[in-house]
């Protein structure tokens, strides 16, 4: 009987461990936010980002409850799709270092995917425009910006911590 108790006491334990805690954010300081994040897995961590961005998505467009699903996998479908064109190109070099020939080469392929990431950008926003309206795929593009100049400005590009000056083309 005892060993029958001690193992369900047991599977009770990792059942409350294994379940997925919803906090309430809102409620929560910064110091408290932080802390429960930094004791997430990296995978949680991913989740709960794309959790986040996407609600704000969705709340910044105001997408009606009956499309968030079908928007919501086409959205992040066209992410996981950018992300994968850009990591054909490793932006890790010195220029400097490059010969002639090797610096157009890499110009060239700079050009090659960054037209891939336009075509594709194209690509789905004609996939979104059949969900909702031309309008709120502007709306969404414009807000990715923003969301990427935000980012940029939080992280450390030096050894001063200092952002680096963002240069207009």
């Not at 991913?46 to 009956?66: E, G, H």
């Not at 309206?133 to 030096?158: H, I, T, W, Y």
Request: positive net charge; glycine residues 2%; hydrophobic residues 30%.
């Amino acid at each position: 009987m005892k060993k029958i108790l001690f193992t369900l006491f047991i599977m009770y334990a990792f059942g409350l461990n294994a379940q997925k805690t919803d906090y309430d954010w809102k409620k929560m300081n910064p110091k408290q936010r932080k802390e429960v994040i930094n004791n997430l897995s990296p995978e949680e961590r991913k989740t709960l980002l794309n959790k986040f961005r996407n609600n704000m998505v969705m709340d910044n467009l105001n997408i009606d409850s009956s499309d968030k699903d079908e928007f919501t996998n086409i959205y992040n479908e066209y992410l996981e799709s950018q992300k994968q064109i850009k990591s054909q190109f490793n932006a890790n070099f010195d220029a400097e270092s490059l010969s002639d020939e090797e610096a157009k080469a890499k110009l060239q392929q700079s050009f090659e995917v960054g037209q891939k990431l336009l075509d594709n950008r194209k690509k789905y926003a004609d996939k979104m425009q059949q969900i909702i309206p031309c309008q709120k795929v502007l709306k969404l593009f414009q807000s990715e910006g923003m969301m990427r100049d935000k980012m940029n400005e939080r992280k450390p590009r030096d050894n001063n911590n200092a952002p680096r000056p963002r240069q207009n083309p």
